[in-house]
């Protein structure tokens, strides 16, 4: 079963497990989950843009995400 819940307190190598899809576009958000919450479409990512660590918010509204298996 998938989670609708990640979190900080998840470890990092559980979190790499999973990607978010976006509802709307069905389009992956790049990056590493830092948390993600299916029922209120909020989730926090952390990218590398030129070089450098960049942590961005999205919110989809409710149960605009899902998270789903990463395939690596």
């Known amino acids: 079963m998938l989670p609708l819940k990640l979190t900080a307190a998840d470890p ?5 497990l999973y990607k978010i899809v976006r509802c709307d576009t069905m389009a992956d958000l790049p990056g590493l989950i830092l948390s993600a919450n299916v029922e209120t479409g909020l989730c926090l990512m952390r990218t590398i843009v030129n070089g450098e660590e960049q942590t961005d918010e999205h919110n989809f509204g409710p149960w ?3 998270i789903v298996a990463a395939r690596r």
């Open 64 to 66: 605009g995400i899902r």
């Open 12 to 16: 990092e190598s559980e979190r790499r």
